[in-house]
Each structure stands twice: as C-alpha cells, then as structure tokens.
C-alpha cells in the first residue's frame, strides 16, 4: 500500500484532470442534476432531484417499518440537506446519483436508529468515510459503476436471494435478524447472500 | 499487501449499515489498508442503489420541501479535522477514536508482553480495545465465548493459521484456541474488537481471566 503521503500528494497533483479517463461519462439526469448543485447551487436543479429522490429515501425510511412518519420525514430533511451540502463532493463518474443519495440515507438512517435507541457514541456514520487521501487517486476504475446496470441484474437472482438483499439493504437487517425473521438458520442466510453478490459482481465485470 | 479480508457476507452488512458500531469500526480500518475491498465496497454500494431506486415512492409533503429550502443557507455543521500531531499511518476514524500517540493512550498491562488499551465506541455490545505485543512476545494461549475480530495496526504476529501484517483482518469465532506470537523487530499494536470476553486457557494463566471482562461501551 502506498503511505498516506504519497497517496495525498498524487491526488493533488492530479487534481480534477484524473477523472477524465474513458470510462463511459455519465450523463443521467439526476447526476446532471446533482453536478449543478454542486458547482452552482442550483436551486431549481435541487428543487428538481428532491421531488425525485425525496419519496425514495421516505419510502427507505419506512422499510422495515422501524421509523414512525414523523421521524420518516424528518430523515427526508436531514438526508436532503446533506445532499445540498455534499453535492460539491459528488463524482458522476464514480458513482451513481442513486447510489450516492443512498449512501448518505443509509448513513443518516444509522445514526437516527442509534439517536433513538439512546446510543451513546461519539462517532457519526460520516466518520466511517474514507478521507479523500484514502481513496483512490487515479486508480481507473475498470468496471463501470452503475446502480442502473445492477438493477437489471438483479431481476436475474433466484427469488430467495433477493428477498435476503431486500431485507439487509433495505430494512436494515443484520444477517441473524433476517435469518431470525425468515425462520433459517444463519449459515443458509449468509451462503445466500454471498452466492448473489459473487453472482452480482461476475456479471457486473462482465 | 493485504492478504486476510473480511467475508462478503460480512461487507455486505458493513455496506448495508447494520454492523454494529465497534465492528463497523474495525472493517473502516481495514478498507482504508485495502483497495481490493474498497473496490469490493463500491460495487456493494450499488447494489444498494439499485434497491434504493426500486422503492415504491412514498408521498411527501409539499412543506418537507418548503422545510428543506429555507435550512439551504445554514451553516454547515464542523467536521472532524486530523489530529495534527497523531500517528498519521493510522486510517482517520482509528486516529481519532485514539486521539493521539499509542505511547498516551492509558495501558493495561495483562502480561509481560502483553498490554492492552480499552477505547470508547459507545457500542454497548462489543469490547473496542488495542492490543499491544512486545517485540516477539506471546499472547497466551486462550479462547473466545463469541466472536473475536483482528485488524493489525502496526508490526505484525503469527499463529496458528498464517502471519498477519498491517491491513490484515481476521475473525474468529467460538472456541478455538489460539495463541498469537509478535513478529520479530517490531513491537505489534493490533486492533481488537469482541463481544466476549477472552479467556486463557493455560493453568498458569487462568488467574488472569477476571482481568479479562469484557468492557463494552
């Protein structure tokens, strides 16, 4: 691995310029959307991604149904103010618009779920993100990413597999509680979920 | 190189959120070792856009958004900044839960080569602790009730199944027995993550067990 030094410093001299690798631009509107707010706070633009994304992330919220309306709500505000905030930062060519609003929706829904569970830690699940030093400085990534790519594939995983990815992505469950749920034991719930991403990530890279 | 990774059915749960704060901590230490499962990560992340995108809407009010625009010009909450004069081989969120030097974290020392320091997550489940081994000192031979979960930090140790150097993870689980030996050289600082206490299993060590419980929080 390299230090943190000289991964730092490469990333600063690359700058902005080490994006523009060929590895498909992407040119969906809701990045679109997302780039203006970053490089121009955009009100309209915002206006635009909230009415589409703000029904997802509630919808998320509910999931599981372990957060009331009220408190589903006031994630929406909290996760689109962050969207706001963090737009700067957002890479089309790293990264999905839907993939990086669930990010931040993921993360803001942890720290809710350990608010109110009356969780005493000093650690928000912002802090668990790599600082930009530690990502990849001009690593081309090979594989395009795409949150649109994976939704096709995973119309293709056997119905069994897919309800476990539901049930951890989306309600939130940890393998034991899924299996707990679905009435399996836990080694079935863990060989699934492997089998679909082992499946997941073949035709990802394919 | 990193050559011992966390499980996929394991990343999958620290991508989804469900890990529980401590262990969620331990893999954020890994990945910030290993490109291979920061790559991993990201490709897990879309699985969890693709999910996200699927949803079926959920209605929401008009002064949600109303809400929204008028808090569009409050002040950023402050982040976190790098402890300037912190060990800066240690991946961020690791160097700010030590906040500082290893040499001014408060040590406990259990053996002769062994000293162990017990950090705060607030996980009220899991015991987040560093272990420090003399320069090819031996941990004695002990054994788990639950999970134990590695990540070396500094130096590196063998045992019984192979030798680990910074960036590696390991996880353990039940009752094997191990006892990891530090590599020659340097001294070895790993992380620990358990949620069970550890237990010696050699006659002249047992008397050192009630030392052991396991500090949650």
Same mark, same amino acid.
């Given at each position: 691995?390299?230090?943190?030094?000289?991964?730092?410093?490469?990333?600063?001299?690359?700058?902005?310029?080490?994006?523009?690798?060929?590895?498909?631009?992407?040119?969906?509107?809701?990045?679109?959307?997302?780039?203006?707010?970053?490089?121009?706070?955009? /009100?309209?633009?915002?206006?635009?991604?909230? /009415?589409?994304?703000?029904?997802?992330?509630?919808?998320?919220?509910?999931?599981?149904?372990?957060?009331?309306?009220?408190?589903?709500?006031?994630?929406?505000?909290?996760?689109?103010?962050?969207?706001?905030?963090?737009?700067?930062?957002?890479?089309?060519?790293?990264?999905?618009?839907?993939?990086?609003?669930?990010?931040?929706?993921?993360?803001?829904?942890?720290?809710?779920?350990?608010?109110?569970?009356?969780?005493?830690?000093?650690?928000?699940?912002?802090?668990?993100?790599?600082?930009?030093?530690?990502?990849?400085?001009?690593?081309?990534?090979?594989?395009?990413?795409?949150?649109? /790519?994976?939704?096709?594939?995973?119309?293709?995983?056997?119905?069994?597999?897919?309800?476990?990815?539901?049930?951890?992505?989306?309600?939130?469950?940890?393998?034991?509680?899924?299996?707990?749920?679905?009435?399996?034991?836990?080694?079935?719930?863990?060989?699934?979920? /492997?089998?679909?991403?082992?499946?997941?990530?073949?035709?990802?890279?394919? | 190189?990193?050559?011992?990774?966390?499980?996929?059915?394991?990343?999958? %749960?620290?991508?989804? @959120?469900?890990?529980?704060?401590?262990?969620?901590?331990?893999?954020?230490?890994?990945?910030?070792?290993?490109?291979?499962?920061?790559?991993?990560?990201?490709?897990?992340?879309?699985?969890? @856009?693709?999910? #996200? $995108?699927? *949803?079926?809407?959920?209605? !929401?009010? $008009?002064?949600?958004?109303?809400?929204?625009?008028?808090?569009?010009?409050?002040?950023?909450?402050?982040?976190?900044?790098?402890?300037?004069?912190?060990?800066?081989?240690?991946?961020? *969120?690791?160097?700010?839960?030590?906040?500082?030097?290893?040499?001014?974290?408060?040590?406990?020392? !259990?053996?002769?080569?062994?000293?162990?320091?017990?950090?705060?997550?607030?996980?009220?489940?899991?015991? #987040?602790?560093?272990?420090?081994?003399?320069?090819?000192?031996?941990?004695? %031979?002990?054994?788990?009730?639950?999970?134990?979960?590695?990540?070396?930090?500094? @130096?590196? #140790?063998?045992? $019984?199944?192979?030798?680990?150097?910074?960036?590696?993870?390991?996880?353990?689980?039940?009752?094997?027995?191990?006892?990891?030996?530090? *590599?020659?050289? %340097? $001294?070895?600082?790993?992380?620990?993550? *358990?949620?069970?206490?550890?237990?010696?299993?050699?006659?002249?060590?047992?008397?050192?067990?009630?030392?052991?419980?396991?500090?949650?929080?």
């Amino acid at each position: 691995m390299a230090t943190k030094d000289n991964a730092g410093k490469s990333a600063v001299a690359n700058g902005r310029g080490k994006w523009n690798v060929p590895t498909g631009r992407r040119t969906d509107e809701w990045s679109e959307a997302l780039v203006l707010v970053g490089e121009s706070q955009d /009100r309209a633009a915002f206006t635009r991604f909230f /009415r589409h994304f703000a029904p997802l992330i509630k919808a998320f919220a509910l999931s599981g149904s372990s957060l009331s309306a009220t408190h589903a709500d006031e994630l929406v505000q909290e996760v689109m103010l962050k969207v706001w905030q963090k737009a700067g930062g957002f890479n089309p060519e790293k990264a999905a618009a839907s993939t990086w609003v669930y990010t931040i929706a993921r993360n803001c829904r942890t720290d809710m779920f350990r608010r109110l569970q009356k969780f005493d830690t000093a650690l928000a699940s912002d802090d668990f993100e790599l600082e930009s030093e530690e990502e990849e400085s001009f690593v081309v990534l090979h594989t395009r990413r795409g949150a649109e /790519r994976v939704r096709e594939l995973l119309g293709d995983l056997p119905p069994d597999q897919a309800q476990i990815l539901g049930k951890v992505y989306m309600e939130g469950k940890s393998h034991s509680e899924a299996a707990a749920e679905l009435d399996l034991p836990l080694g079935t719930v863990k060989s699934r979920v /492997r089998l679909a991403i082992q499946k997941l990530q073949g035709l990802m890279e394919a | 190189m990193v050559e011992h990774h966390p499980p996929t059915d394991f990343l999958t %749960e620290y991508v989804a @959120g469900v890990l529980p704060v401590a262990q969620s901590a331990c893999v954020a230490g890994h990945l910030s070792y290993c490109q291979r499962c920061r790559q991993l990560t990201d490709k897990l992340e879309d699985i969890g @856009g693709a999910h #996200f $995108e699927q *949803l079926d809407p959920q209605a !929401v009010g $008009e002064s949600i958004l109303d809400n929204v625009l008028a808090r569009l010009d409050d002040p950023e909450p402050l982040r976190y900044a790098r402890n300037e004069a912190s060990d800066a081989r240690l991946p961020g *969120l690791l160097d700010r839960l030590i906040n500082g030097d290893y040499a001014d974290l408060a040590w406990k020392r !259990v053996t002769q080569s062994l000293s162990i320091s017990y950090l705060k997550t607030g996980d009220p489940h899991h015991e #987040f602790a560093l272990y420090r081994i003399a320069d090819g000192g031996r941990i004695p %031979e002990h054994t788990h009730g639950g999970s134990e979960m590695t990540l070396v930090l500094q @130096g590196g #140790f063998a045992d $019984e199944s192979g030798e680990y150097h910074p960036g590696d993870f390991l996880i353990r689980e039940g009752w094997d027995k191990h006892s990891p030996v530090a *590599l020659e050289g %340097e $001294e070895c600082i790993c992380l620990a993550v *358990l949620d069970a206490p550890l237990r010696f299993t050699r006659l002249r060590h047992r008397w050192l067990n009630p030392l052991l419980k396991l500090r949650a929080g």
